[in-house]
């Protein structure tokens, strides 16, 4: 008997091509996405490196300029924030690291907040109409006065500018006691000991080496600086012995040092030992702020302050700062009589900090 054919296998194949075309069509719509997102990747991979190399050129260039002599911030924009920097790109001192056809670098010697820095950025460009395909974020190194002594180099000295640096650090911090970084605290079990700990403030660029402390701890000592508004004292002091200190820089080296009762100082306490101890304190009048670095000159190290409180009532705040600051006799140079940046050569500045400033 003859069979008719129902066309069954034609649909099936039908079915199958249409099945395939489609799972064809997803794999290539997929293989492209991957592709544009490889290239978007490369491309912002590839302006990160651009801004990379500018910083680089940008940190070569100052380097160049404390072997010159040169001031790389003599023509800076002064801006408040890394907001507002703008397109470096089109900026009038900007300098441009690389220009080719598709990559585009460029950084800029600023005052940022009035913190010296090298802002710079990279980006890649569309090599068909030279539309920007990605801009990295910014890299910002900042830069620190240096504790590296007078202008002629030479390192075995400690200026007053470098003291009033570090008392103007102490002063922003806003708290009574300032350590570098890691510190012991205990108190004795009452709310008025215990919130001592809010009063210390964490700032790893007070120094930056022991070495660094030891230079200016005998520098102060010594008399060479701060001229005569240093005393030096051993161990425990009484109340009246420490009220008549005020208006000075008190420096202590030795460990176990009490902020001693019925005592009424004005100034600033530069603690060098292990101990900082608060016993009482119910009639301690005290304006200004203690520094608490612990060193061991002789092994060239740091200590961990171990700061101890029971008691803790009085009077404390540290308006008294500025009046020391006042009276350190600075050079006129710090200020250069043509309104410039503070400072007369890179020599004068040291790298302190680079970061990424993620928009």
């Known amino acids: 008997m003859k069979r008719h054919q129902q066309g069954a296998a034609l649909i099936i194949v039908l079915v199958l091509l249409s099945v395939s075309l489609v799972i064809g069509m997803s794999g290539m719509n997929a293989a492209l996405v991957d592709e544009r997102l490889a290239g978007n990747y490369r491309a912002a991979s590839q302006a990160q490196m651009n801004s990379e190399k500018a910083v680089s050129q940008a940190i070569q260039e100052f380097y160049k300029g404390q072997e010159s002599g040169e001031n790389s911030w003599v023509n800076a924009r002064s801006i408040s924030s890394v907001e507002n920097a703008g397109d470096i790109f089109e900026e009038e001192n900007v300098k441009m690291a690389c220009d080719e056809e598709m990559n585009k670098c460029a950084y800029e010697f600023l005052l940022i907040d009035d913190v010296y820095s090298i802002l710079a950025k990279g980006a890649v460009v ?41 008392l103007e650090k102490i002063k922003n911090s806003g708290d009574l006691i300032n350590v570098l970084s890691d510190y012991e605290f205990s108190s004795s079990n009452n709310a008025k000991a215990k919130g001592w700990e809010d009063k210390i403030s964490k700032d790893n660029t007070l120094f930056d080496t022991p ?40 420096v202590v080296e030795d460990d176990g040092f009490s902020l001693p009762n019925a005592s009424d100082f004005r100034g600033v306490v530069m603690v060098f030992g292990r101990d900082f101890n608060v016993t009482g304190g119910g009639n301690i009048s005290f304006s200004g702020a203690v520094v608490h670095v612990p060193v061991d000159c002789s092994g060239q ?51 302190f900090d680079w970061q990424w400033s993620f928009e």
């Open 126 to 166: 569309s090599e068909k109409d030279e539309e920007l395909v990605s801009v990295s974020s910014f890299i910002r190194v900042e830069f620190e006065q240096s504790f590296s002594g007078d202008h002629e180099g030479d390192n075995d000295e400690v200026s007053d500018k470098e003291v009033a640096s570090l």
């Open 211 to 250: 070495e660094q402390v030891c230079l200016f701890k005998d520098a102060l000592i010594s008399g060479e600086v701060a001229k005569g508004l240093v005393e030096v004292v051993s161990g425990n002091v009484n109340g009246k012995d420490f009220s008549g200190l005020s208006g000075n820089i008190v």
């Open 301 to 351: 190290g740091f200590g961990t302050p171990y700061i101890d409180v029971r008691g803790g009532n009085g009077d404390y705040d540290f308006s008294e700062i500025e009046s020391i600051i006042e009276r350190l006799d600075i050079d006129d140079e710090e200020l250069p009589e043509d309104g410039g940046n503070g400072f007369s050569n890179n020599n004068d500045l040291r790298i």
